[in-house]
């Protein structure tokens, strides 16, 4: 006689494609905590939904405790075959809506952090744009590192991504959007803040503390990082900032993004003229992917926003 390992349904309902829904933001939040944010659900509904879906499966899918979290090998063949069944679910829609030209879905977005204070709000205009003629659409946005938003869109995770142009990947479509600016800054808390800056040397500032980004450079920012005593390092512009501010650490960020402390003297560019550095950012999507009408509609709003 054999023996029926799992127990799910000939038909999966709403319910089932919730549980996997939470399943998979789980997996990629690397815990229960980190998914509490991005479900917007409590821990303990989140823990209820995963024991749920091992007892439908008769699977141990993930270690959960005081060791941490971890995804066990039936858990990462769950997870794999999840990616399937939701990007199904996803092209059907995608299909449905090329043949009956009415918008709804989804619209998942990757952005680089502190894109929003960019005064051309290419993003934020597009979006706007694609709301309008799609009121139904649901837009998904993910606050994520560059890697990781190459990554999911390559695999289908993201149907766009926002990143800086550090390497160009053979599967992946550029669209060129922005050219950012970044400067050295001190806080008003800082011993330079009150020196003349328009020129100094790179003896005397190395003498100084200086944060730098921990994640992927251009070779033209490595060569402005080297210069400085990097005593700190930080995974985003929001925690360099914060560094910034303590008036222990100086610091290159992007004009856009410093302008807020800037115009309150909070904060002074250290020899703007010399010391500077531009990073291009570009619109990504997957040479792979299948047509999807709502990224289509969106790209082409976005495309607009280039070309005013």
Sequence with gaps: MKNNKTLLPRQLGDAHIRLLRIFKVVIESGGFAAAEVDLNISRPAISLAISELESLL????????RSGFSITEQGEEVYQS????LGSIENFRAQMNAINTDLVGELNIGITDNLVTIEQMRITRSLSALKHQAPDVVINIRMIPPNDIESAVLNGKLHIGVVPELRTLPGLNYMHLYKEQSLLYCSDQHPLFQQELDAISDEALIQYDAVVPSYPQSSEIKQQQKKLNATATSTDREGIAFLILTGRFIG???????SRWHTQDKMRTIEAHNRMFHTNFSAITSKGARSHLILDTYMEELKKTVEQ
Excluded: D
């Excluded at 999840?82 to 069944?85: A, C, I, R």
């Design 58 to 65: 008769k699977m141990k899918l993930c270690h959960r405790g």
């Design 252 to 258: 290159f960020l992007p004009t856009h993004f410093a």
């Design 82 to 85: 999840t990616l399937e069944l």
